[in-house]
């Protein structure tokens, strides 16, 4: 018997494809997110946890983007 799965294919560049495989590995007790691993740049996904996905990688990537404090001027003495 054929069994249909719901899913929408994502595509990325293979580090936020490793940041998913983490999220997926993290959240395994609770769900599944990828379906099926189609090539390097594309995976298929659970079409209810796109919005969870994006979501907790840009959270990740804000996380980990380096941001830079701006200098003041120094005073002349």
Do not use: W
């Not at 940041?19 to 997110?33: A, T």
């Not at 189609?38 to 979501?55: A, G």
Request: charge should be negative; glycine fraction near 2%.
């Amino acid at each position: 018997m054929v069994k249909a799965v719901k899913g929408v294919i994502l595509k990325c560049d293979p580090t936020v494809k490793q940041v998913i495989y983490k999220l997926n590995e993290k959240e395994r007790d609770k769900f599944q997110l990828i379906i099926e691993d189609l090539d390097e740049n594309h995976l298929f996904i659970d079409s209810s946890k796109v919005d969870y996905i994006k979501t907790e990688v840009e959270k990740l990537l804000e996380e980990n983007t380096y941001k830079s404090e701006l200098l003041l001027p120094l005073n002349d003495k």
